[in-house]
């Protein structure tokens, strides 16, 4: 392995945390707007909003001095967010990491999603009904489309990587932010939703955190400068009925007393659910819904996605499908663990 000084972008965030737990051996540097990371003995506040990432000249220069590798984790993933807000980040603020990139010499490792597979598709990160203001997916995932037709016109050295949806650690559950698909199993756990809103047969293609992080490594490692990799279960994506069952056998097996959660064909839900409790559910009940419908509607697919995993010189193999639900159970106890303390 060549050490290699690397900047990660979005450090406190739930990709850059795990990446910064897995870059032993290299020199790191964490970049950060707000929140501190932990694992990173070298902290730098970075500003994507502003040209020069926010330094002043002097410290601009001497960070593309030094910068080998760019992992760009940044992003905005409030599916909330308007489109301004996603924009100024995820577009304009990659623009400016592109050009530090190219600046720097330095490999750009990109953190893009496996979903922008769905982009243009029915289901696929569009809104639903009518008057929605919860979650609006399709603004994120046209991001995401954009945001890699950016990094492969650039011209720079740059390798795009794909996560699908990143549960916790396999080894402990810890993440640093809950994300849609745990607040899903909250509200299952919970007795708020009791349903989901999926066609039966359909995926979720789920990955813990740490074997992310461990792709992005081996990227890293192998002196990788160019490629797409898809950072997925790929072929052991979970079923919608089984990840109901993981739920369900999770809550009970520690003491919850929530009802037995079942499909709801989406369609039903946006059409005739909503509008007939429109005028009798508060407004966040609302929200909860057209939350859980928006994000079903992206990260619950037909078809399984490929994936990269096996593939990556010295990279981790490919996960079982056995795999996949033992890491999501250790999501699952830690999520519960949660809620019960």
């Known amino acids: ?66 910068v080998d590798v760019v992992v760009h984790s940044a992003a905005i993933v409030n599916f909330s967010a308007d489109q301004a807000e996603v924009d100024r980040l995820n577009i304009e603020g ?9 600046e720097a010499d330095a490999v750009l490792v990109h953190v893009s999603t496996a979903y922008v597979s ?6 696929g990160g569009g809104r ?24 492969r016109d650039s011209g720079i050295d740059a390798v795009i990587v794909r996560p699908a949806i990143v549960m916790g650690d396999s080894r402990t559950g810890v993440i640093r932010q809950k994300q849609g698909v745990h607040q899903l199993a909250e509200y299952l756990l919970t007795g708020k939703l009791p349903f989901i809103p ?7 293609d789920l990955v813990p955190q ?14 990788l400068r160019d490629g797409e990799y898809w950072l ?15 739920v369900t056998e999770v809550g009970r097996d520690s003491g919850i007393d929530m009802p037995t959660p079942r499909l709801a064909d989406p369609s039903i839900v946006d059409r005739l659910v909503r509008p007939a409790f429109a005028d009798v559910l508060a407004a966040e ?4 819904l057209d939350g859980v419908v928006a994000v079903c509607g992206l990260v619950i697919i037909p078809e399984l996605l490929p994936t990269s995993f096996g593939t990556i010189p010295h990279g981790p193999p490919a996960m079982t499908a056995a795999e996949v639900e033992d890491a999501w159970r250790v999501s699952l106890h830690h999520l519960v663990q949660g809620l019960q303390s």
């Open 285 to 288: 009940d609302l929200a909860r």
């Open 128 to 151: 639903l009904g009518t008057e929605k203001t919860a979650a609006r997916t399709d603004e994120y995932v046209t991001s995401k489309y954009l945001g890699e037709r950016m990094v």
């Open 94 to 102: 990659l623009g400016r990491v592109i050009e530090f990139a190219a």
């Open 232 to 246: 997925t279960a790929g072929p052991a994506g979970m079923p919608v009925e089984r990840y109901l069952d993981l």
């Open 1 to 66: 392995m060549t050490r290699r000084t690397v900047l990660v972008t979005g450090a406190s965030g739930v990709v850059g945390t795990a990446v910064l737990s897995e870059l032993a051996g290299h020199d790191v540097i964490a970049g950060v707007f707000r929140r501190l990371p932990a694992g990173s003995d070298r902290v730098v506040r970075l500003d994507l909003h502003a040209p020069s990432l926010g330094l002043d000249r002097r410290a601009y220069r001497e960070l593309c001095a030094e």
């Open 198 to 204: 999926a066609h039966p047969g359909t995926f979720f």
């Open 118 to 123: 769905r982009h243009g598709r029915t289901g």
């Open 210 to 223: 740490d074997m992310v992080a461990r792709g992005i490594r081996a990227v890293i490692d192998a002196g």
